[in-house]
T-cell receptor, first 115, second 115 residues
Framework: DADVTQTPRNRITKTGKRIMLECSQTKGHDRMYWYRQDPGLGLRLIYYSFDVKDINKGEISDGYSVSRQAQAKFSLSLESAIPNQTALYFC??????????????FGPGTRLTVL | AQTVTQSQPEMSVQEAETVTLSCTYDTSESDYYLFWYKQPPSRQMILVIRQEAYKQQNATENRFSVNFQKAAKSFSLKISDSQLGDAAMYFCAYRRVNRDDKIIFGKGTRLHILP
């Protein structure tokens, strides 16, 4: 079974609809992230969470909100989807042991299309 | 603000040959991590190699190695004996060593392997 799962894997929706993308992990990591990938722009950070009570805005948080329901679950919501939010969305997790940074593990991605 | 630049949007290499992907970054920090991630057509993000800035020795992972030039702020990836499975999008990424462990990604280089 995958360590980081995302649902749905693909979604088509209409402008103005509310959409929730879900991420679950079984790695026991405390840190979780949401990224957006657009062609030619790489990955950009939307929100990140160091633990259930610590949520932070990333580079492009406008139009998005998140919820950390538990250590293992981190959801991304688009309250009113717009076409320029069409993109590939990734969830990632990581942990830190003292100074040592452990790599971020990525989910398989969610392809979102807003018509 | 830190930035990561990949100046080659696309590259091609003959199977079994060696190819080098370029990456430069801008930072005022002295301690940080650098990464190369691979994204094959499956869209999964896979960590290829990472380098800690305080280490002078270049990181290697089997056929993948880096040329880390700290003074020049350059971090290139060399792939030896290229294989068809190496065809993918490659992202260079940077992370500071502190609590704020956001990763900053370059825009990517698409690598084609010619049979």
């Amino acid at each position: 079974d995958a360590d980081v799962t995302q649902t749905p894997r693909n979604r088509i929706t209409k402008t103005g609809k509310r959409i929730m993308l879900e991420c679950s992990q079984t790695k026991g990591h405390d840190r979780m992230y949401w990224y957006r990938q657009d062609p030619g722009l790489g990955l950009r950070l939307i929100y990140y969470s160091f633990d259930v009570k610590d949520i932070n805005k990333g580079e492009i948080s406008d139009g998005y909100s998140v919820s950390r329901q538990a250590q293992a679950k981190f959801s991304l919501s688009l309250e009113s989807a717009i076409p320029n939010q069409t993109a590939l969305y990734f969830c990632a997790t990581s942990s830190v042991s003292g100074r040592t940074y452990n790599e971020q593990f990525f989910g398989p991605g969610t392809r979102l299309t807003v018509l | 603000a830190q930035t990561v630049t990949q100046s080659q949007p696309e590259m091609s290499v003959q199977e079994a040959e060696t190819v080098t992907l370029s990456c430069t970054y801008d930072t005022s920090e002295s301690d940080y991590y650098l990464f190369w991630y691979k994204q094959p057509p499956s869209r999964q993000m896979i960590l290829v190699i990472r380098q800690e800035a305080y280490k002078q020795q270049n990181a290697t992972e089997n056929r993948f190695s880096v040329n880390f030039q700290k003074a020049a702020k350059s971090f290139s990836l060399k792939i030896s004996d290229s294989q068809l499975g190496d065809a993918a999008m490659y992202f260079c990424a940077y992370r500071r060593v502190n609590r704020d462990d956001k990763i900053i990604f370059g825009k990517g280089t698409r690598l084609h392997i010619l049979p």
